[in-house]
């Protein structure tokens, strides 16, 4: 695991357009595909804006990415909450509308969870294999739609789950996540975490091993991939040796 700390958020925005540039780059010229789960949340909408930046998009051939989301609120596509339109509005860059496969929160949480797990099987066939899977961290700890003590995070065998969500943190509605199986699969793992309001969580994690994997982003440890944490310095003000 690697621990990569920003001077502030905008500095971590940057780092992580170059490590997604970087990543995207490899997995094109290696397999001639860049497979990415994005998250939702506002620390990566500044990474995706970023990436639009010439400086950025330029150097990566969009046609052969395939974008992914991590979660979904169950809202529709044009919906403030909604992840997809979040990523449409920030990640203005041209990839082929085939290569955009956004978890259609327009349905029932169970329906766009059984299409969505469709769809990747499609895609991947039996593993399903991401090149990178972006992450934020919730205050509560949580990562994805995956929340402190929901049945979800016991997950084995599905792809895909729906969940319930009426308590905090907003929005309250409905979610559609990956499940740890796939996240922990993934070649790479990034996680983006900016604040001191995730400093706490973040020393949890990070800081004793013991209690990390209580809480759902702990749990994400993939099996054979790369796991990167790359927070801004207030998200690592607690860590021990940061201080
Ligand atoms: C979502 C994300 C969620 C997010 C965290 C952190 O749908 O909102 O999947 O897991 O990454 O809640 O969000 P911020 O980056 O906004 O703090």
Same mark, same amino acid.
């Given at each position: ?65 395939? !974008? ?13 909450? +909604? ?45 399903? !294999?991401?090149? !990178?899977?972006?992450?934020? !961290? ?84 993939? +099996? ?20």
């Amino acid at each position: 695991m690697k621990i990569i700390i920003a001077p502030d958020a905008k500095a971590l925005a940057r780092t992580a357009a170059e490590l997604f540039t970087a990543l995207a780059r490899t997995s094109i010229e290696e397999r001639g595909q860049f497979v990415v789960a994005l998250s939702g949340g506002s620390t990566p909408r500044q990474l995706y804006i970023r990436l639009a930046d010439p400086e950025f998009s330029t150097q990566i051939p969009w046609r052969a990415v395939h !974008l992914f989301w991590g979660d979904e609120r169950c809202v529709p596509p044009d919906h403030p909450e +909604s992840n997809y339109r979040m990523v449409k509005e920030s990640l203005q860059v041209s990839i082929p509308s085939a290569n955009i496969h956004r978890i259609a929160g327009e349905l029932s949480p169970h329906e766009a969870a059984a299409l969505y797990e469709q769809e990747l099987r499609t895609f991947f066939g039996n593993t399903p !294999l991401f090149d !990178l899977v972006l992450l934020g !961290l919730g205050e509560d700890g949580h990562t994805a739609s995956l929340f402190p003590s929901s049945p979800a995070l016991h997950e084995q065998f599905r792809w895909v789950v729906a969940v319930s969500h009426n308590v905090p943190p907003p929005p309250l509605v409905p979610r559609v996540t990956l499940t740890l199986p796939v996240i922990n699969r993934a070649r790479e793992v990034l996680f983006l975490v900016s604040g001191v309001a995730k400093a706490e969580r973040v020393a949890q994690i990070l800081g004793h091993a013991s209690s990390s994997t209580e809480l759902p982003a702990g749990a994400v440890n993939p +099996s054979d991939g790369n796991l990167t944490w790359l927070l801004d310095a207030p998200a690592a003000a607690l860590l021990k040796n940061n201080s």
